[in-house]
């Protein structure tokens, strides 16, 4: 028995490392074409950003708001919903922490932060409440409205960054006014890290525990293997389709004030970076095939492709773009995983080059 | 001359053998009927006959050749369309040109002495092609009318004629009367009979006995993937369809105790039910009936007849338009599943691995289902590890629920023990009405003893049952008294004590008992 569930965690492993070392092995012939040696190339990447204390700690700082784009996104996926207003909530939350950043004076230090934390969160759940809604009581496909929703957000936001009452003059580029120096998470350990940093992992413990343990865990679980089941079993679903998107915009909300508060303190057209907190999140989630633990090693990798890639830039010929490429590579791996656990396609390619379906292993019956 | 020939004809899927050595013979321009229920197989075959799957093993003969199809496009080439029982027709466009698509007509410019296609399309041509074809089948259409506004029963000629157009000499029909309403059948099999008439052959899968006995010449009857009986109309009998249809040999009797029960409180009653459906069609018309305490209550029908929608109603998984559904004095009606569960209503559902269970959770996970919000496996939102695995090894125990381990996952399972999971999930509830929808369906021998000496253990506590099922001899072995049901109706009852199945044979045909 305990054998058997070895072999299962290592095949899970596999599975899970599986894109990126595809990835990884198709990055290295781009480096080659480059002119350089992709060994050395990934040896500057992961050195740099694991295996010293100062890139360590940067990794697991840019882990933080990650994991719990990551977390927003699998909670919503895992129950079937596909909510991509994460990086629209993410973008929102920073939005609102900076405001209550830089407008709010006269308050303790940790009050402020806890302000500014609060407002971010709650605008990720205003925001993803208009997708919620529409879904669970007309019926509109999330997916769209999630999509589309992100793109308006980023032009109001812009509106006022650039042209409303929020606009710093002095700053020399399009930006809000900075988050005065009291709401701003300190460094800690001479570092980059933050409390942050901890605080969302204080959050990963709690959602490993709602994941694997807790009756909203179970509902989700279900509602995203079998919807009728779910129903049949007396779940209110369109009530836990609420809840399940609101939590996923508390996250994201969440996730994007204390990227504001830890790293940023100002709003600025390209606050969520590249390719943006949201989507990454979502590509953490796919890669740790939604599993919590699975989340967290991919927020810490992904981080590190984020860390190294400046230092692949200072010491290799090759540009630091080279993450872009790899992270494109391993979307493409990582949904042909997803393409295959939905349409089966590994197995119709086995049924149809000779072997029956005989042949392929044997689902273990018991009595 | 047959114009469909197959030699042990055979499709097997990793878990299951859907078709098994068919082999059958269908004779030009007539009617060939083949009956069966649910999941016995005749969409395979069909779909083996129209390119949609690759057999097994085994020969298919068109005309006498042997053919292997690929995909529809090589059946259709060969002369063999079909008319699927969910329409694949573009609402927007009209008649005519739902009919030509893909195959449209393009003007031709005369240059010299040749014919000239341009890319523009002759729809003045289409159309009066259209009409000729629709003269020719005396059907009751007008090319061009949308086809988003007609009604089904039209669409489904337009569907018709889409094949009729591409010159196929055989047509196959998947369940062509399920979608429409009982006026629009009759004119339905009239069409059938023209174009039988007019040379084509025509296969109509379906379970509806009476369809069969009007328009085939032939009827084949297939169950669990074999051929049991094949024989000209003119020879069988409604009855004794239904009877090779979901009659088997009784394989075993439970010993049930019959009790004049005429004394005891009724504990569920339905009243005038129905389900209308907003296109007009009735799902159930007005069925009404009593359980009492410690009753078992079996209703028989061929499938397809309405009893899905009267469990679905009594379960909470759907809607009814009319009439009221009590339990003791409380009211009951659309309720939802967990309000019923929370009343005292047991449910076993028809298909355990849609509504039942959910293979992709553990066993233990499985068996909390519906319950997983009451204190005893949950407080302050976090499930009780200890008591969800403590319930595991009590049910599994009790019930004899045969698991690999602890962390079993329902995908491992076979059918009898998934079933009984269920089982022991509903009949630990304590409740005070038991719903089994299809209890036994699928699961081996074994099993089906267990199930059934467990559910009349239930009615001996003075509980009320309610067995739907297809398997005629479970609800004779099972039930106090038999409700038969025909198109949504109760046609008729018969005492469960020495009931017999000539007599149930004829109701479920649709012909009411004289007397």
């Known amino acids: 028995m305990e054998k058997k569930k070895l072999k299962h965690y290592l095949r899970e492993t596999l599975s899970t490392l599986l894109p990126i070392l595809a990835a990884l092995v198709v990055g290295g012939f781009v480096i080659l074409a480059i002119g350089e040696n992709p060994i050395t190339t990934y040896g500057v990447l992961l050195q740099k950003s694991l295996f010293t204390y100062s890139g360590l700690m940067k990794t697991l700082h840019y882990a933080g708001p990650l994991i719990l784009t990551g977390l927003a996104i699998a909670v919503a996926f895992k129950a079937n919903i596909y909510n991509m207003a994460v990086e629209g909530a993410a973008v929102l939350g920073g939005f609102s922490a900076a405001v209550v950043g830089f407008s709010?004076?006269?308050?303790?230090?940790?009050?402020?932060?806890?302000?500014?934390?609060?407002?971010?969160?709650?605008?990720?759940?205003?925001?993803?409440?208009?997708?919620?809604?529409?879904?669970?009581?007309?019926?509109?496909?999330?997916?769209v409205v999630t999509l589309m929703l992100n793109y308006a957000l980023v032009i109001v936001l812009q509106?006022?960054?650039?042209?409303?009452?929020?606009?710093?003059?002095?700053?020399?580029?399009?930006?809000?006014?900075?988050?005065?120096?009291?709401?701003?998470?300190?460094?800690?350990?001479?570092?980059?890290?933050?409390?942050?940093?901890?605080?969302?992992?204080?959050?990963?413990?709690?959602?490993?525990?709602?994941?694997?343990?807790?009756?909203?865990?179970?509902?989700?679980?279900?509602?995203?293997?079998?919807?009728?089941?779910?129903?049949?079993?007396?779940?209110?679903?369109?009530?836990?389709?609420?809840?399940?998107?609101?939590?996923?915009?508390?996250?994201?909300?969440?996730?994007?004030?204390?990227?504001?508060?830890?790293?940023?303190?100002?709003?600025?057209?390209?606050?969520?970076?590249?390719?943006?907190?949201?989507?990454?999140?979502?590509?953490?989630?796919?890669?740790?095939?939604?599993?919590?633990?699975?989340?967290?090693?991919?927020?810490?990798?992904?981080?590190?492709?984020?860390?190294?890639?400046?230092?692949?830039?200072?010491?290799?010929?090759?540009?630091?773009?080279?993450?872009?490429?790899?992270?494109?590579?391993?979307?493409?791996?990582?949904?042909?995983?997803?393409?295959?656990?939905?349409?089966?396609?590994?197995?119709?390619?086995?049924?149809?080059?000779?072997?029956?379906?005989?042949?392929?292993?044997?689902?273990?019956?018991?009595? | 001359m047959n114009v469909i020939e197959t030699i042990g004809l055979t499709k097997e899927y990793p878990n299951c053998v859907a078709n098994d050595h068919i082999s059958i013979q269908v004779p030009q321009s007539e009617i060939t009927a083949i009956v069966g229920e649910n999941g016995a197989g005749k969409t395979t075959l069909m779909n083996m006959f129209y390119g949609m799957e690759r057999p097994t093993s085994g020969v298919l003969k068109i005309e006498g050749r042997e053919v292997r199809f690929n995909s529809p496009l090589d059946a259709i080439d060969c002369g063999l369309g079909m008319v699927h029982q969910h329409f694949k027709l573009v609402p927007s466009l009209t008649v005519f040109e739902n009919i030509m698509l893909g195959t449209e007509t393009r003007k031709a410019v005369k240059i010299g002495k040749r014919q000239v296609p341009t890319p523009f399309i002759d729809k003045k041509q289409e159309k009066e092609k259209i009409a000729e074809l629709i003269r020719q089948y005396n059907l009751s259409l007008s090319p061009d009318d949308i086809v988003g506004s007609i009604s089904i029963g039209a669409k489904q000629q337009v569907e018709i004629l889409k094949m009729l157009y591409r010159n196929v000499n055989i047509l196959i029909f998947d369940e062509p009367t399920a979608v429409l309403t009982p006026q629009e059948i009759e004119p339905f099999l009239q069409n059938l009979k023209n174009m039988k008439q007019q040379g084509k052959t025509i296969i109509l899968i379906t379970h509806k006995l009476q369809e069969v006995m009007e328009v085939s010449d032939q009827v084949i009857v297939i169950k669990r993937g074999k051929i049991i009986g094949s024989m000209p109309t003119a020879e069988t009998s409604p009855a004794q369809l239904a009877d090779m249809m979901v009659g088997r040999k009784v394989l075993l009797r439970v010993d049930k105790k019959y009790e004049d029960l005429s004394q005891k409180p009724v504990a569920y009653e339905v009243k005038n039910l129905s389900v209308t459906e907003s296109s007009g069609k009735v799902l159930l018309d007005d069925v009404s009936f009593q359980i009492r305490e410690g009753e078992?209550?079996?209703?028989?029908?061929?499938?397809?007849?309405?009893?899905?929608?009267?469990?679905?109603?009594?379960?909470?998984?759907?809607?009814c338009t009319g009439g009221s559904v009590s339990l003791y004095d409380r009211d009951l009606t659309n309720y939802w599943p967990r309000e019923l569960r929370k009343a005292g209503v047991a449910m076993i559902p028809e298909d355990r691995y849609i509504q039942g269970l959910c293979r992709e959770m553990k066993v233990s996970e499985n068996l909390i289902a519906g319950y997983h919000g009451n204190p005893e496996f949950c407080s302050h939102g976090f499930l009780r590890g200890k008591a969800v695995r403590e319930n595991l090894r009590q049910q599994v125990e009790k019930y004899d629920i045969r698991i690999g381990g602890e962390s079993s996952y329902v995908s491992e399972l076979s059918g009898g023990n998934a079933q009984k999971i269920i089982i022991a999930r509903e009949f630990s509830s304590d409740p005070k009405l038991l719903i089994a929808s299809q209890p036994t369906r699928g699961v081996d021998v074994g099993s089906i003893e267990f199930i059934h000496k467990k559910i009349l253990e239930l009615s001996g506590q003075n509980k009320a049952v309610l067995i739907v099922s297809s398997e005629l001899s479970e609800v004779m072995s099972l039930s106090d008294r038999i409700l038969v049901m025909f198109k949504g109706k109760i046609i008729g009852e018969v005492p469960g004590k020495n009931a017999d199945s000539g007599e149930i044979g004829l109701l479920m045909a649709g012909i009411a008992a004289a007397g």
């Open chain 1, 159 to 367: 509106y006022f960054t650039e042209g409303g009452a929020l606009k710093d003059p002095k700053a020399g580029y399009v930006s809000t006014y900075s988050v005065s120096p009291d709401a701003m998470f300190q460094k800690l350990f001479n570092s980059d890290l933050t409390p942050f940093f901890f605080i969302s992992i204080i959050i990963f413990i709690f959602f490993w525990f709602v994941f694997k343990k807790s009756k909203l865990g179970y509902e989700i679980t279900a509602m995203g293997n079998n919807p009728a089941f779910s129903e049949a079993s007396g779940m209110n679903v369109r009530r836990k389709i609420i809840l399940i998107m609101l939590i996923s915009g508390a996250l994201s909300g969440l996730a994007g004030g204390g990227f504001m508060l830890s790293e940023k303190y100002r709003y600025t057209l390209d606050f969520s970076g590249d390719p943006g907190l949201g989507w990454e999140g979502m590509l953490i989630a796919l890669v740790g095939r939604k599993d919590p633990v699975g989340i967290l090693i991919a927020s810490i990798f992904f981080a590190a492709l984020n860390t190294g890639s400046d230092y692949v830039d200072m010491f290799t010929n090759v540009p630091k773009n080279i993450v872009g490429v790899l992270q494109g590579i391993i979307i493409l791996f990582v949904s042909f995983r997803a393409a295959d656990a939905k349409f089966g396609i590994s197995a119709k390619l086995r049924d149809k080059f000779g072997k029956s379906p005989k042949d392929a292993p044997a689902e273990g019956k018991a009595a």
């Open chain 1, 104 to 143: 709010l004076h006269g308050v303790s230090a940790p009050v402020h932060i806890f302000l500014c934390l609060l407002t971010g969160i709650l605008a990720g759940v205003l925001y993803t409440a208009i997708p919620a809604f529409l879904k669970a009581y007309l019926n509109v496909d999330e997916m």
């Open chain 2, 296 to 319: 078992v209550l079996g209703i028989a029908g061929v499938e397809g007849n309405g009893q899905s929608e009267l469990v679905n109603v009594l379960t909470g998984m759907m809607r």
